[in-house]
């Protein structure tokens, strides 16, 4: 009786250790991780005249210089600001405003 009481006891120790030990639970996760979303707009910024022009996105100031282009990447909503006096433009002005309509596009700062 007792060797059966032993028996069952060691069975049991085996019985948990195996299903700790088990890849079984790795290979059929039943929550997998959802897809994070990126919805920022993807667009690029073209200066056409030959001196550079400073924009500001985000509160960091970005050169882009002439006749070059910046590709950003940027929630919608967001403003790009003329970070420098420009003949178009003053240090400060709204450039423009990020939106979906623009993803992919080549907008000109000019």
Aim: charged content about 15%; glycine content about 6%; overall charge positive.
């Amino acid at each position: 009786m007792i060797y059966k009481s032993l028996a069952v006891l060691a069975m049991s120790a085996a019985a948990v250790a195996s299903a700790a030990a088990s890849p079984l639970p790795r290979l059929f996760h039943l929550h997998p991780k959802a897809k994070q979303v990126d919805d920022r707009v993807s667009l690029t910024l073209m200066n056409q005249s030959m001196m550079f022009r400073a924009v500001t996105l985000g509160g960091q100031t970005y050169t882009v210089n002439g006749r070059s282009t910046l590709r950003i990447k940027a929630p919608a909503g967001t403003l790009v600001y003329a970070g420098k006096n420009s003949p178009t433009h003053r240090r400060g002005d709204v450039v423009l405003e990020v939106s979906p309509k623009l993803n992919g596009k080549t907008v000109d700062i000019n």
